[in-house]
């Protein structure tokens, strides 16, 4: 079993950037691909980004894409998230989730609050 836990959250101007962190510990961490969705008040958690194992493969939803960059260092069990440009509708809990391949999750971590003032 996996467990995750994120860092990095807070308020921003819109504009401005955040860097997300999220630690492995646990299962294996360089065997499985990771990800990041993201949950606004009264919404549905979404997928946000996602990296496989190696970090040679990422997707992302189109509403970050060209602003958001996930990336991982398995020698520190962490993936990341680069998000720039930020906009008030990025405004979230964001959550970092783990699994056997990029869609397909089984853990996740407690949510980190990311809020973007207009």
């Known amino acids: 079993q996996v467990q995750l836990v994120e860092s990095g959250g807070g308020l921003v101007q819109a504009g401005g950037s955040l860097r997300l962190s999220c630690e492995a510990s646990?299962?294996?961490?360089?065997?499985?691909?990771m990800g990041w969705f993201r949950q606004a008040p009264g919404k549905e958690r979404k997928f946000v980004a996602g990296i496989d194992w190696r970090g040679g493969n990422t997707d992302y939803t189109d509403s970050v894409k060209g602003r958001f960059t996930i990336s991982r260092d398995n020698a520190k069990n962490t993936v990341y998230l680069q998000m720039n440009s930020l906009k008030a509708e990025d405004t979230a809990v964001y959550y970092c989730a783990a699994g056997p391949r990029i869609h397909v999750w089984d853990t996740w971590g407690q949510g980190t609050q990311v809020t973007v003032s207009s």
């Open positions: 646990g299962r294996t961490f360089s065997s499985g691909a």
